[in-house]
């Protein structure tokens, strides 16, 4: 069993950074490919961004594609989203999510683990 605990989420306005933080119980986290995800009221949950287990591979949504950067500390067991030149379309919680195995998947039904959420609200 994988806990996934979320961090970082808060109030910004347009044009601004946050950096959101995913810490993770299970060792060895380094055996888990990871995902960024988020949800708006009324919409069904998007795919934000993946890393591969060893970080060296990553892949983006369209809609935040040269403004987000996924990372991982595998020693430490954390992931990372900085989100840039945030927009107010990217109001929702975001999630992040676990799935055993190096393969990047962009489907939410191929997670295995999910955190509770950290909302995130961008002010135009």
């Known amino acids: 069993q994988v806990q996934l605990v979320e961090s970082g989420g808060g109030l910004v306005q347009a044009g601004g950074s946050l950096r959101l933080s995913c810490a993770a119980s299970?060792?060895?986290?380094?055996?888990?490919?990871m995902g960024w995800f988020r949800q708006a009221p009324g919409k069904e949950r998007e795919f934000v961004a993946a890393?591969?287990?060893?970080?060296?591979?990553?892949y983006y949504g369209d809609s935040v594609k040269g403004r987000f950067t996924i990372s991982r500390g595998n020693a430490k067991n954390t992931l990372t989203l900085q989100m840039n030149n945030l927009k107010p379309e990217d109001t929702a919680v975001y999630y992040c999510?676990?799935?055993?195995?190096?393969?990047?998947?962009?489907?939410?039904?191929?997670?295995?683990?999910w955190g509770q959420g950290t909302q995130v609200t961008v002010s135009s």
């Open positions: 999510a676990a799935k055993y195995g190096s393969r990047l998947a962009y489907g939410a039904n191929e997670y295995d683990y």
């Open positions: 299970a060792p060895p986290f380094s055996v888990y490919a």
């Open positions: 890393i591969s287990w060893s970080g060296s591979s990553t």
